[in-house]
């Protein structure tokens, strides 16, 4: 959520910032109602002070004469109007509130203009494209085939969207998270923690899903939410919190499902992995000081690029253009990893930077020793990795002319030392 005050402040400036990703509306109002907030609060102090003043008057003035009442009935009117004048505060308050949740993040400076995923600009790119000498088949054909993914499976017992893993791919799904986890914690320094995969309607709210995202979720009939992933949990395990300055950074890994409705891919990726209403998936998320928040960003795309490379996998990094961005996001970096079977480059993990958008929502702070009042932490999340698109790219980069799959080196003591796939 935004700053309604710097906005308040600079309504033109935020304008501008927001206009860079097309999504100027609702700002208008947001900038009168705030106007009449500011308005309002100083009516306000105007009407306490006249109020003051007549109940000084009241008790300097003969209480049987005239003016003492004329002081009194000054003050009940003053009394009523500053009554009046807070309800109208509250309800603007409550409006500036509801628009505030849906205005989305402000692009960095440093993020490159454009208004679709065509304006994205490549950063770097690691390792070498993989040549075949027969002709490659997309990962459904390949996993159906080996007997490790069943489509029809899936559709029958849960619906489409849906897939079940049998065998070798799916002792392989389960590897890869545990192979990422032990990379994360073991190497990059985070705590690995196991939260809820059903989360309530106000950790929604705090990291951004609610209300913006919310025909996307798959809610309970008691308000309880499937989680979408699990940076809602791992965020939320500080909502309210005021965290100590020497307790940051903090680095948190988990392993969730994670339940998206996909209503935004509709007709998209009809066939295999790449888009379901189930998957798994290894999350980070930090929090830190604000002045820290860029070289976080960079270690984070540092650390999920390392899975990458350990499974010797070509991807390449991409700095998401200000229309691409994410609703929370102020600079998103995407790694896309190379897929033979489908000649495209496609993402694999999205990691963002959200600045303080997400703690104001979820009221994160940390006692900063230069500040007498707790700050706003800074929040980053990113995936390393989603689990399923990582099965995806293994079994059309290391797919064989005979059908079967090279199980990566990095992989093999997480599969009992299983070397092919077959």
Not at 91 to 111: G, H, I, M, R
Request: hydrophobic share 40%; charged share 25%.
């Amino acid at each position: 959520m935004l700053d309604i005050r710097e906005i308040g402040r600079d309504p033109e400036g935020f304008r501008q910032r927001l206009a860079r990703r097309g999504a100027v509306a609702g700002l208008d109002e947001i900038i009168e109602l705030d106007a009449r907030r500011r308005a309002l609060i100083q009516q306000g102090d105007a009407l306490r002070h006249a109020k003051s003043e007549a109940e000084k008057g009241m008790r300097t003035a003969d209480k049987a004469g005239a003016e003492f009442a004329a002081f009194r009935d000054q003050m009940r009117s003053v009394a009523a109007d500053i009554k009046r004048v807070a309800d109208e505060q509250k309800d603007v308050e409550a409006q500036l509130a509801e628009l505030a949740l849906v205005l989305p993040n402000v692009p960095d400076a440093a993020v490159p203009d454009g208004a679709s995923e065509a304006d994205n600009a490549v950063r770097r790119v690691w390792g070498e494209r993989p040549t075949f000498d027969f002709e490659v088949k997309p990962h459904w054909e390949l996993g159906e085939a080996l007997g490790g993914l069943d489509f029809a499976a899936g559709a029958k017992i849960s619906g489409a969207r849906f897939t079940v893993y049998r065998g070798a791919l799916a002792r392989m799904e389960r590897a890869l998270a545990a192979y990422m986890l032990d990379l994360h914690t073991s190497r990059h320094g985070y705590t690995e923690v196991l939260t809820p995969f059903l989360v309530n309607a106000d950790s929604m709210r705090g990291t951004g899903q609610f209300p913006k995202f919310r025909d996307d979720a798959f809610e309970t009939t008691d308000g309880l939410v499937l989680v979408p992933t699990a940076e809602v949990s791992l965020t939320n395990l500080h909502r309210d919190d005021i965290i100590e300055a020497e307790a940051l950074p903090i680095r948190y890994t988990g392993w969730t499902a994670c339940f998206r409705r996909e209503a935004g891919g509709y007709g998209r990726d009809t066939r295999g992995l790449i888009r379901q209403h189930q998957f798994q998936k290894v999350e980070l998320v930090h929090l830190v000081a604000p002045d820290a928040s860029e070289a976080a960003l960079e270690a984070l795309v540092g650390h999920a690029e390392a899975v990458l490379q350990g499974l010797g996998l070509h991807y390449r990094v991409v700095d998401l253009c200000a229309g691409d961005l994410g609703f929370g996001a102020a600079r998103t970096f995407d790694l896309e990893v190379w897929l033979p079977g489908q000649d495209a480059f496609r993402e694999i993990s999205s990691c963002s930077n959200c600045r303080d958008f997400q703690a104001r929502r979820a009221a994160i702070r940390y006692r900063a020793p230069d500040q007498k009042k707790p700050q706003l932490v800074h929040t980053l999340n990113g995936s390393g990795l989603a689990v399923g698109r990582t099965v995806v790219a293994i079994l059309e980069n290391y797919q064989r002319a005979d059908g079967s799959v090279v199980v990566p080196e990095a992989l093999r003591p997480y599969m009992g030392g299983l070397e092919i796939i077959a």
